[in-house]
């Protein structure tokens, strides 16, 4: 189709420039009929390759084709007029109807900026606008340079009927500011998706009639159309054609181009209308007196150049306004939750610091309250984190219906929450159960009930009491611990001091004890042992190692699952684990004195670790370190949290086992995906959970799970060892049901070292250990 357009433009053109030689002789007849021609090939040409295309490049080649088929008609009908009267005047009133085609043409041009993209994003409008007011402007100036500049000779239109000469005046004006517009386009729209191929040839054909229209308004009443005037139309039709059936040419546009072409778009205009303003001055100054027409030009230029500036505050505002709402929209980031959209911790901390400020300086009270979520990985680790978020939006939303608009509450991170009172400070402790009874009232969320609990820690600093923001939250932090030490899901109020309490700032003092010279014994940390026997005859075949911490400066004992969940949501747990690990290697050789012989230690790292760097060193020094057999260690992995990757993890698992110790898991069947675990882990030992073990509570159901459990281990060569042992009755069933194994309070309470001690009761002839017991 593309090939057949060049074809007929070509001929088109061919026959049209044979008619111009011939007509140069005088045969204005065949001129005008060659230009006639000319314009409706190109306009059937625009309306072809309009058909293939949408859009604004659709929209634009209608346009033209429409136009060239006015300036076609007004052709033939000068065609008619030549046949009726060959010698009439050249100008007549009808020859208005050239100007369908720039008319046209303009409306094309402005259909240009619709996509233009901005660094700033403006209406389609306000583009239009800024473009037609540029236009105007520079085009005004350059007519008020060339009419001071042009001599009095070449525009002699004495005689000449003013409405014709007016009207053959428009076609250049209109050509020159369309020029200007296509020009404009081209240099501060360089990635306009119409494309800068077609646009330089438009801006081409334009320059084409613009040379013509001007040439006849020079010889206006000379006689025909030269040579010169008429290629010139014809060329302006061939190049219109020409980019109808170009494609748009992409142009990359960074945004930095973008950015020098916008202050090139703004200083564009004034450059014309600098140098006019120049030529005018120093032509007045020479003693020439402005003429009405460039009078008038500089009116309209002055005016046009005032609403630009208009335009262009009109624009500074709006950008302003902008600027001001992305900076609303970033602190709004910066200082909001994105999930829940509370507060953040930065808000928090920022409202915190100005309460304390009135609280110190004027006394204003002040409260704080600290929520943490109880188990809340669960129901991420049952449901999906998709839902976890949901969860927490409801929250969120239940908490704010709680608290007073006054007051701040904000999401600290993870399931972390905290509320700063500092207008109704005595309604702390009432609006703290009002938050925990909020929370009792399960969820409901896409079919499925969800019930979340939270403990709280009140902090209400005495008046005059100088405290930071950060140690005032790692109060309420450490009142929190002690509401999780006394069962969860309950509101504590901080009642400690600086010195150490049990309601003391536990993550604080947990990081110093640590690390404190790499000797957590000296912060109170020790290891204490419990046995785990045989079933059959009471040996003690191993002790479990386990970590107690007793906070100094008669702090008192703190719970195994309080500081150790402290440890793992601090990223210390790694800390304890290795404490323990190279105490137990250490106190190996005493504790075959203990029992009379060799007996093997079991040590929990927390799975976690799994696959991480650290553990295998750890182990290998240790070993290494106090000379413990290898086979005498196991390292229970213990299931606080989902073993996210298995493959990763139980290659790590069968590193640790090349070195020697074997690989327990522990806490079976409490933990996630167990069975998955005991198929993809190289496992050694299984120590089944006491809700598998209750076969005296429960000894059908539990029996049953027992069995299968014990079962599917001996058919894996894996020793299992059953926990929670407190009743001789659950010991005799879970060794009637062929568990080895056994470990609990039956059997002894984890204890120091030096207190530990052989079984009292030594296996009689004919009877069991357990009917001893019994």
Known sequence: MTARLFVTLTLVLGSTVLGELIGAGGWRLYDDAAQAVAGAAAAWVCFSAAGRRTGVQRRWRLLAGGGLIGWSAVRLWWFVQDVADPGRPVGSVADIGFLALPVCMFIALLNVPYARPRPVPTSARRDQIALLIDSVLITGSLLALAWSVVPDAWVAWEGQDGVVVGMVAAYPIADLLLLT?????????????????????????????????????????????????????????????????????????????????????????????????????????????????????????????????????????????????????????????????????????????????????????????????DDFKLINDSFGHAMGDRVLRAIAERLQGCVPPDDLVARLGGDEFAVVLDHRPAEAEPLGHRMLAALREPFIIDGHRIGVGASIGLVVPAPGEPLSADALLRRADAAMYSSKRRGKGALARYAGTADGSPNADLPHLLAQALVAGGRPAASGFEVYYQPIVRLTDGATVAVEALARWTLPAAGGPVHPDVFVTVAERTGQVAAIDDFVLDQACADGSRLALVYGR??????????????????????????????????????????????????????????????????????????????????????????????????????????????????????????????????VSRAAGLSELGCPLGQGYLFGQPGPLHRLKPPAIPAQPGSSFLQQLT
Not at 188 to 196: D, I, L, N, V
Not at 271 to 280: E, F, R, S
């Open 598 to 727: 060799p007996i093997d230690v079991h040590v929990n790292v927390s799975a976690a670790r799994l696959g991480q760097s650290g553990l295998e060193e750890a182990v290998r020094a240790a070993l290494s370190r106090h000379k413990l057999p290898p086979s005498r260690l196991v390292i229970e992995i213990t299931e606080t949290y989902r073993i996210g990757d298995l493959p990763a993890a139980a290659a790590a698992a069968t590193r640790l086992r090349a070195l020697g110790p074997r690989i327990a898991l522990d806490d079976f069947g409490s933990g996630f995906n167990a069975l998955a675990q005991l198929h993809s882990l190289p496992v050694d030992i299984v120590k089944l959970d006491s809700t598998l073990t209750d076969v005296d509570v429960a000894p059908e159901r539990a029996g049953a799970l027992c069995r299968s459990v014990l079962a599917i281990c001996d058919e894996l060569d894996i020793m299992v060892v059953a926990e929670g042992i407190e009743t």
């Open 181 to 373: 517009m296509a020009t404009l386009l081209l240099i501060t729209r360089p990635g306009s998706p119409a494309g800068r191929r077609p646009l330089h040839l438009a801006g081409l054909a334009l320059a084409s009639f613009a040379v013509s229209d001007t040439l006849r308004l020079l010889r206006l009443g000379d006689g025909p159309l030269s040579p010169l005037e008429s290629a010139g139309y014809l060329l302006g039709c061939g190049l219109v054609a020409l980019a109808a059936i170009s494609d748009p040419r992409p142009v990359a546009d960074p945004a930095t181009d973008v950015a020098e072409r916008d202050w090139l778009h703004l200083l564009l205009p004034y450059v014309p209308v600098t140098a006019t303003g120049i030529v005018i001055a120093i032509s007045t100054g020479a003693g020439n007196p402005l003429s009405p027409f460039e009078a008038y030009l500089g009116w309209l230029g002055l005016g046009l150049v005032v609403a630009r500036q208009m335009f262009t505050i009109v624009d500074n505002t709006v950008l302003l306004d902008r600027v001001s709402e992305g900076q609303q929209r970033l602190r709004h980031q910066a200082y909001h939750d994105p999930l829940t959209g509370l507060p953040n911790r930065a808000l928090f901390r920022e409202r915190l610091v100005l309460a304390l400020d009135a609280h110190r300086h004027h006394g204003k009270p002040l409260a704080v309250l600290f929520a943490d979520l």
